[in-house]
């Protein structure tokens, strides 16, 4: 005795039948997985990627030489590796400006590619006497200043297994690494100044070439700044140029809201394509489906004479917009999973700013967000659809054609 064709063995027969038109609908709804779930993605990562910059930026203001605010932006964003100096008695004149709370000095350096890396790293110096940048991140995880000799690594760091990294030819013990912060802090290794002047004079004595003028003892490459509490930044910006010519001031403040408005530009147009984008998908949908179901009108009045009911007729339209709606949006959402994922870092040099992706909580949230809309879209397609067919009389629908 054969097995009875249920509503879910008919709607994937018709499928089958028509290869070209399933295989039409599964694309759009993929495509349309792939546009909101990588989108919402890539929006929700820069969100992250903001909050981090936020609260990873201890400093207020950030003093460089003249003509390198660009340089020190993209140190901290993109991890471009650069260098500046000026010389380190212009801390004594930024110590008199009004409205200073603290002050803190790095010195930069570029790696040769290092076996960390393809490419030159950036190293960062710090003051561990008065840093209040760095060494708030990884207190508790060394439980104090990092010992000489050693070094901090950013999250995009890769160490040997022995926990050292090689840099001028030279391993250094690595004893930290930083929680993730979707900038260019990331592809940057940290270490003390006496750190740093042991890394320079091995270095130069290998001979490769420093400007003649500079050394980690009497040259420095920015000054960090905490603005005293009541002040207003702007004004001790103000201040501070009063005191020392040559220079130029970052504004963590400012970048930050750039940062966001830029962001936002983003989020919004993302928001108006993916809804334009969601009326086209179910336009789309909506004539595949009622061009369908003019097709199949004989069909269906077949069904109906053999005894299937109008609700069995929904429920098999209904299941083939569900078999369509899961397997695009698999495809689409696995697709977009491919692409934004392992290639997060290349995604967040590529666009330029703060890059963090968001929590496997929110992961699957959006996942889950995503398959709903299209199974939604899928669904109201077909409910459009089996109106429709619902209309047609079954004797009149036979007879056509004769």
């Known amino acids: 005795m054969g097995k009875a064709l249920t509503s879910s063995k008919i709607s994937y027969l018709n499928l089958r039948r028509k290869p070209f038109r399933t295989f039409a609908l599964i694309l759009v709804v993929a495509i349309l997985s792939f546009v909101l779930f990588g989108g919402t993605i890539l929006s929700f990562s820069m969100k992250e990627g903001l909050s981090s910059v936020e609260r990873r930026f201890g400093a207020d203001l950030i003093v460089v030489p003249l003509g390198h605010d660009k340089d020190q932006e993209s140190i901290l964003l993109t991890g471009k590796p650069s260098y500046f100096y000026f010389n380190k008695d212009i801390t004594t004149k930024l110590k008199d400006a009004e409205g200073i709370s603290q002050i803190s000095t ?13 490419f030159p790293v950036q190293i960062i110096g710090f003051d561990s006497e008065t840093d209040f940048v760095v060494q708030p ?19 995009d760091i890769l160490i040997e297994s022995s926990n050292q990294i090689k840099l001028f030819d030279k391993e250094y ?17 940290f270490a003390t100044m006496d750190t740093i002047e042991d890394v320079y004079s091995h270095a130069k004595g290998k001979g490769l070439y420093f400007l003649e003028e500079i050394n980690p003892k009497t040259s420095i490459s920015s000054v960090l ?24 001031i970052v504004k963590t403040k400012t970048l930050i809201t ?14 108006v394509f993916a809804l334009a984008f969601l009326f086209v998908a179910l336009v789309v949908l909506m004539a595949i489906f009622s061009s369908s179901a003019n097709e199949r009108k004989k069909e269906f009045a077949t069904l109906r004479i053999l005894g299937a009911t109008r609700k069995k007729l929904a429920a098999i339209l209904l299941l083939e917009s569900l078999y369509i709606s899961v397997i695009g949006s698999v495809i689409g959402t696995a697709l977009a999973s491919l692409l934004v ?34 199974v939604g879209i899928s669904t ?6 089996t109106i429709k067919i619902s209309q047609f009389e079954t004797y009149l629908t036979l007879r056509e054609g004769e």
């Open 225 to 248: 700044i905490k603005v005293q509490e009541g002040y207003d930044i702007d004004q001790v910006a103000t201040n501070i140029r009063r005191e020392a010519d040559g220079i130029q």
């Open 380 to 385: 109201i397609a077909s409910a459009c659809c």
């Open 137 to 155: 991140w990884i207190k508790e995880i060394i439980g104090g200043k990092p010992q000489q000799g050693a070094f901090i690594v950013g999250s």
């Open 173 to 189: 013990p690595v004893v930290a690494r930083l929680d993730e912060t979707g900038t260019g802090l990331d592809q940057s290794v």
């Open 106 to 118: 790095q010195f930069y350096l570029t790696s040769l590619s290092a076996a960390c890396c393809s």
């Open 258 to 271: 750039n940062i966001s408005k830029s962001l936002s530009h983003f989020i919004t147009s993302f928001y």
């Open 341 to 374: 994922f392992p290639f997060n870092v290349f995604i967040g040099d590529s666009i330029g700013l703060p890059y963090l992706q968001p929590s496997l909580l929110w992961i699957i949230t959006i996942l889950v967000g995503t398959l709903l809309v299209a």
